[in-house]
């Protein structure tokens, strides 16, 4: 399993902002807005980067939909994101 030593302080920031935008649920989808939101304002621009380098280390979940593409959590985010709560 992955561990939160491997995620910059920024990527650690937009995990648990994803977590608390989709309330903790493996179910839920939320779009970048909705993640950005949760963030301070100097990292708001800085929110699709940062889920897509979580994409890429299995944090979450890209799920393209008809005009926006929503962000889901996967178990191991979830689990990192519960280190931290």
């Not at 977590?19 to 949760?38: F, I, M, N, Q, T």
């Amino acid at each position: 399993m992955l561990s939160m030593t491997t995620l910059s302080p920024i990527e650690q920031a937009v995990l648990r902002a994803l977590s608390d935008a989709c309330y903790g649920s493996l179910g839920a989808h939320v779009p970048k807005e909705a993640v950005a939101k949760r963030l301070q304002p100097n990292l708001k621009g800085e929110a699709k980067k940062q889920l897509k380098k979580l994409r890429a280390k299995g944090y979450c979940i890209e799920h393209p939909t008809g005009g926006n593409t929503t962000w889901q959590l996967t178990p191991a985010g979830l689990a990192e994101s519960k280190n931290f709560l």
